[in-house]
Nanobody
């Protein structure tokens, strides 16, 4: 059974940076597509970014492109989300997700989900 645990969330001022981590356990996810989603209060969960098994393909939501960077370390079974120039509208619970091949779409469905980490950006 795959388990995903996010960390790195917190409170930051607008313009600041945070780096989220998602550590996987239970099996090696080197062939899995992995992604970050987020859900703000009162809103539906939305796609943020994804990364293929090799790290060469990294689609982003338009709202974060140029500010966020997704990466992975297959040796550590971990995926990261570097978030720069944070805005109050980035405030949300951020979730890590993973799915084995074959990938259906970058936007889902994903088979495995973490519990989420809160990111709060103050103005």
């Amino acid at each position: 059974q795959v388990q995903l645990v996010e960390s790195g969330g917190g409170l930051v001022q607008a313009g600041g940076s945070l780096r989220l981590s998602c550590a996987a356990s239970g099996r090696t996810l080197s062939t899995y597509a992995m992604a970050w989603f987020r859900q703000a209060p009162g809103k539906e969960r939305e796609f943020v970014a994804a990364i293929g098994w090799s790290g060469n393909t990294t689609p982003y939501a338009a709202s974060v492109k140029g500010r966020f960077t997704i990466s992975r370390d297959n040796a550590k079974n971990t995926v990261y989300l570097q978030m720069n120039v944070l805005k109050p509208e980035d405030t949300a619970v951020y979730y890590c997700a993973a799915t084995p091949p074959p990938l259906r779409t970058w936007y889902g469905p994903y088979d495995y989900w973490g519990q989420g980490t809160q990111v709060t950006v103050s103005s």
